[in-house]
């Protein structure tokens, strides 16, 4: 195993800049996920590292090897791919081999590596079969196979899971963890689901028109996003975002509404300063329904324009400040459509973000 670095990586496609100068360094054993929405560059850094890109400028080092130059092969990577890219007409036991026997590895070698990827995946009884007598489930396993075999110093995965089921996701993330945590193994994985970033990796790097915007562990990420742009695609259902500028300690939202200015911002911001306002779903609840017991609640009377029940907790939909919030009410109980109830605003858990810039205020 070993670490990669990104040194001012760039690229170019003719006069389109896909991927501006990044800088990353992921240590050895560490699960890095890149995540950002579509055509920010996540795969096309993916397929750089890999070697099947060409890169504009900068490095990228595998331990101390810069391998810009380096083929593919070479570079002792392996990559896993959403299509799983197996070959149709050669058995499980033959593709998970293929890269061992054309390095000339010998026999006995190939067999053990496969029987004891095939042994960590669960996939023994499969190793007769072709591609086409399998489940996308199986096939993923069985990619993952092939790359674990190489025994390579970084994984790369891009989007691996995105063929699958929801459930078959679930299984399959729980799978590729506690693969990670047996081999201890240096991952990139490409996905543009944060949950399974959020779930999968040390650290996430969130990516945005070709550039980093924030690099963090899960929790910080999630808690202490750095921009808007974050605070907004990680997390689930997604933060809720009004607009509003400060006025008389107060921050007034386009409809007139206002909320006292939390304490945490008093010295951070100006009279007249435009924000975004965040707040997660999980603090803004009915009464009594919370999930952190406040310090700082505010409590307002809201209309509940819709609900959506999920069994063990109901997402709760109402107007404040001009826009639609969402609430997660855990402990469900039955509340109904144009109802109206006493709701608590958490504002020691408000974010705030500069209108201009949508930098975090904290
Ligand atoms: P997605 O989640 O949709 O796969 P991504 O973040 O992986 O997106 P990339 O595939 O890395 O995005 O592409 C980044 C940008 O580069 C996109 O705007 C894309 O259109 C552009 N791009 C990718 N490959 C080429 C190419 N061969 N020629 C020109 N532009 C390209």
Redesign the pocket.
């Known amino acids: 195993m070993a670490d990669l670095s990104l040194r001012q990586l760039d690229k170019k496609?003719g006069s389109?800049h896909?991927v501006k100068g990044l800088d990353l360094h992921v240590e050895d054993g560490e699960f890095v996920a890149l995540v950002?929405p579509?055509?920010?560059?996540?795969?096309?850094?993916l397929r750089m590292i890999a070697g099947l890109e060409e890169i504009s400028s900068g490095d990228i080092l595998i331990g101390d090897r810069v391998v810009n130059d380096l083929a593919p092969r070479q570079r002792n990577i392996s990559m896993v791919f959403q299509s799983y890219a197996l070959y149709p007409h050669m058995t499980v036991r033959e593709n998970m081999g293929f890269t061992l026997k054309i390095a000339g590895r010998p026999e006995a070698e190939i067999e053990t590596a496969v029987a004891d990827a095939a042994r960590a995946l669960e996939i023994e009884p499969l190793l007769d079969r072709r591609p086409a007598q399998l489940s996308g489930g199986q096939r993923q396993r069985v990619a993952m196979g092939r790359a674990i075999v190489r025994n390579p110093d970084v994984f790369l995965f891009d989007e691996p899971l995105s063929n699958l089921d929801a459930k078959l996701r679930g299984q399959m993330r729980t799978e590729i963890k506690r693969l990670h945590a047996r081999l201890g193994s240096t991952v990139v994985y490409?996905t543009?689901d944060q949950i399974e970033a959020m779930t999968l990796a040390d650290r996430i790097v969130i990516m945005r028109d070709g550039l980093i915007e924030q690099a963090g562990s899960p929790d910080e990420v999630f808690n202490r996003p750095a921009t808007r742009f974050v605070a907004g695609f990680i997390g689930s259902p997604p933060m809720n975002m009004a607009e509003g500028v400060i006025q008389d300690g107060l921050i007034r939202f386009g409809d007139g509404e206002t909320l006292p200015l939390p304490a945490q911002f008093r010295d951070a911001v100006t009279a007249g300063q435009r924000v975004t306002l965040g707040l997660r779903p999980d603090d803004i609840y009915p009464v009594g329904h919370g999930l952190h017991a406040g310090e700082a609640v505010e409590t307002r009377p809201l209309e509940v324009a819709l609900t959506e029940p999920l069994g063990n907790e109901t997402l709760l939909f109402v107007r404040f400040g001009g826009v639609e919030w969402t609430s997660r009410m855990l402990n469900p109980r039955d509340l109904r459509r144009g109802e109206t109830v006493d709701f608590q605003i958490d504002l020691s858990r408000v974010h705030l973000f500069d209108g201009e810039s949508g930098r975090s205020l904290r």
């Not at 579509?38 to 850094?45: I, R, V």
């Open positions: 496609y389109f896909a950002g579509s055509g920010c560059g996540k795969s096309t850094t490409v543009h």
